[in-house]
C-alpha cells in the first residue's frame, strides 16, 4: 500500500520543489518504487527531472478534467524507480474550469487510488498557495510534510498551514496526518538559522526531522540540468541531507 505524502506550505521560496524532487529521487535510490505528483502549474518538479513540460500531452491538468486516464499521463522510470505525473502552466486553469464540478475536492484521490498500490511512496508537490490543487493534494494524502526556510519569517503562515491541514481532516479527509516539518536553506555559520530552529521546535509540537537541509550551491544548480541532486553531485551535502531524510522518512 502506497504511502501518500504533501509536500505543503503556502509560502513560496521555501523548498518545497528542491524536497519533492530530491526526496523522492533519495526514496527511489533506496530502492523504494516512487511516484511524484506534480501540482504546481509552474512545473518545476517536472522540470527539475529533465522532462520538457510544455511538450507534453497529458499531463495531470488533462488528468483532472477527465481528457485522459491516469495510465496516459504517467511517466514511467524517468530515473531507476521514480515515475512522475508531470504538470504545466495550463493547470493554473483547473481551479475555474472545475467550478461546479460534484466532489471537485476528491478528484486526485480518486484516480490516485487506482495506482497507488503499485508504489511504495507518493510524494505529491502543491503548489504555494491554498487553492483547490492543495485541498485535492491533501485529501489524497496520508500526511502533509511542510519545509520551512531557516529564516526570520519561518513561523508566519505556519499557523494557517496547520489550520487548513486540520480543516481539510476535519471536513475532507479524517486520517490526514502531519508528517513532519523538515528545515531546508540551513547555514550553521549564522546564529538566525539555529534561533529559528530554536523558535520553532519552541513553538511546535508536531514532528521535526533530525536532518537539516543545507543551503547548498549544488543543490540549486541540479534542476538548471534536469537531474536530482543524487544523480547531479552524489557528494555533495545536499546529496547527503536528502539520502538522510529520505532514511529518516521511510523509517518514521
Not at 22 to 33: M, V, W
Request: aromatic share 6%.
Amino acid at each position: 500500500m502506497g504511502r501518500v505524502i504533501a509536500i505543503a506550505n503556502q509560502k513560496g521560496g521555501v523548498g518545497k520543489t528542491t524536497t519533492s524532487i530530491n526526496l523522492s529521487a533519495c526514496i527511489g535510490a533506496k530502492g523504494k518504487k516512487v511516484l511524484v505528483i506534480d501540482v504546481d502549474p509552474q512545473g518545476n518538479t517536472t522540470s527539475g527531472y529533465g522532462i520538457e513540460k510544455n511538450e507534453l500531452e497529458n499531463t495531470i491538468y488533462e488528468l483532472m478534467l477527465g481528457d485522459c486516464s491516469i495510465e496516459d499521463c504517467i511517466l514511467k522510470d524517468v530515473i531507476p524507480n521514480v515515475s512522475i505525473l508531470p504538470s504545466n502552466v495550463n493547470l493554473a486553469a483547473a481551479e475555474i474550469e472545475l467550478i461546479g464540478v460534484e466532489k471537485k475536492e476528491y478528484i486526485l484521490k480518486g484516480e490516485i487510488d487506482w495506482v497507488k498500490d503499485r508504489y511504495d511512496y507518493v510524494i505529491i508537490d502543491c503548489p504555494p498557495s491554498l487553492n483547490l490543487l492543495t485541498v485535492n493534494a491533501m485529501t489524497t494524502a496520508d500526511s502533509v510534510l511542510v519545509p520551512i526556510q531557516c529564516e526570520y519569517y519561518a513561523l508566519e503562515g505556519l499557523s494557517q498551514l496547520i489550520h487548513t491541514i486540520n480543516l481539510v481532516k476535519e471536513r475532507l479527509n479524517p486520517d490526514l496526518a502531519m508528517e513532519g516539518v523538515v528545515f531546508t536553506m540551513y547555514d550553521s555559520r549564522t546564529n538566525l538559522s539555529n534561533q529559528v530552529v530554536e523558535n520553532v521546535k519552541s513553538h511546535l509540537n508536531q514532528k521535526i526531522y533530525k536532518t537539516l537541509i543545507p543551503r547548498n550551491i549544488r543543490l540549486a544548480e541540479a534542476p538548471s540540468y534536469g537531474k536530482p541532486i543524487n544523480i547531479y553531485d552524489p557528494k555533495s551535502a545536499g546529496a547527503e541531507s536528502y539520502m538522510a531524510l529520505a532514511e529518516e522518512v521511510i523509517n518514521s
